[in-house]
């Protein structure tokens, strides 16, 4: 996730905008109350929540901080308004859900808050950058992850990586998965552990060489869906498509015929688990 900021001018426009779709989620919420039956609508995902009431759907305060965090700050998140609000039609249906999202930015309060009473965890590469956010924002729930891949090696990887048979769709897992140089094998139990319902990429780095790229979050992500028990799909959020790597990658393990939106440079693919659909060829797509 790049650490940009827009020109002042972008800036007030995406503010305002900004605060309009977390004050919207929070009109959102408030109609929510009305119903009497509100789990037979699908807006209670997590698995251990059995009926809403008035009170889960007021305001929280990570909310409200977002709101005023973005009301008073020039710095904005690095996707557009339009790139944004992908994610946030997706989180209106499904929220309070299970959210992984890569990266660790400016737009990780705005995630949080269009999630409330959900679990959203940042995966962040850089350590130090995880203290400056955690800093200013220490209600954030995010983790330092450590990469075994560099972008440089991309081409290699994508021509080599069906040698190994823990590689493959039939056989890939993520804890413990050495052989597969694209398992993200060091995340924290709560990742391993967890469905996610959403899994947002906008990380790590990949715009020079020895950067770790996002080869293996993108393996990683689609293994996490295809191994999903739950019902539903599992909705994938891929950022910076314009970039070679990012693309390849996409078309090779989340699949063109899962996309289902692209706008601007991002890509919003709707993931089946492994049991839901008939693999031809014994690979991915």
């Known amino acids: ?8 001018e972008k800036s007030c426009l995406f503010v ?32 251990s929540t059995k009926h809403c009431t008035a009170a889960d759907y007021a305001a929280t305060p990570i909310q409200l ?12 998140p690095q996707q557009s308004l339009a790139e944004v609000s992908v994610t946030y039609d997706v989180l209106k249906t499904r929220s309070p859900c299970n959210f ?39 209600t954030l729930n995010a983790h330092t992850v450590q990469y075994r891949t560099q972008l440089q090696e991309a081409e290699g990887l994508l021509k080599t990586y069906r040698s190994e048979p823990l590689c493959s769709p039939s056989k890939a897992y993520l804890r413990g998965n050495y052989k597969c140089k694209l398992a993200l094998t060091g995340l924290p139990d709560e990742v391993y552990d967890k469905e996610w319902d959403l899994i947002m990429i906008d990380a790590p780095r990949g715009y020079f060489p020895e950067a770790p790229g996002r080869m293996a979050a993108i393996f990683s992500a689609v293994v996490m869906a295809r191994g999903r028990k ?11 498509v314009d970039r070679r790597v990012e693309k390849t990658f996409a078309e090779e393990f989340l699949c063109r015929k899962y996309l289902v939106k692209a706008v601007g440079r991002l890509w919003h693919f709707e993931i089946p688990s492994a049991a839901n659909v008939s693999q031809s060829g014994g690979w991915f797509c």
């Open 230 to 240: 739950g019902p539903g799909v599992t909705h994938v959020f891929l950022h910076d």
């Open 1 to 8: 996730m790049k650490r940009l900021q827009f020109t002042p």
């Open 16 to 47: 305002v905008a900004l605060s309009g779709l977390i004050i919207g989620a929070l009109v959102f919420s408030s109609l929510i109350r009305s119903v009497d039956n509100i789990s037979s609508f699908g807006l209670c995902s997590l698995a």
């Open 65 to 76: 901080q977002a709101i005023l965090h973005y009301a008073t700050s020039k710095i904005v």
């Open 100 to 138: 992984l999202v890569f990266g660790l930015g400016f737009d990780s309060l705005m995630w949080t808050s269009l999630n409330p009473h959900g679990n959203t965890l940042f995966l962040e590469e850089d350590p130090k950058w995880v203290q400056t956010i955690l800093k200013k924002h220490p």
